[in-house]
């Protein structure tokens, strides 16, 4: 993944909020990158919610069953 995407999804992240609210206008740095949080966000935004509309015949089975 290429640096600005990364630093796309983790400024969508809680974490990349708080360092844009705390130093966005002071730093002249890069803002610091963490792969976990971009990974945690993924995960809960969107792999979550795919997995949970998604079923399929045995599913549906094993969810009737219990």
């Known amino acids: 993944m290429k640096e600005h995407e990364k630093f796309a ?34 995960v809960k935004e969107y792999l979550y919610s795919k997995a949970k509309a998604w079923s399929n015949k045995r599913i549906r089975a094993f969810l009737d069953w219990y």
């Open 9 to 42: 999804l983790w400024f969508q992240t809680d974490e990349g909020w708080d360092w844009i609210y705390d130093n966005a206008e002071d730093s002249k740095e890069h803002p610091p990158v963490y792969n976990a949080d971009i990974a945690h966000y993924v």
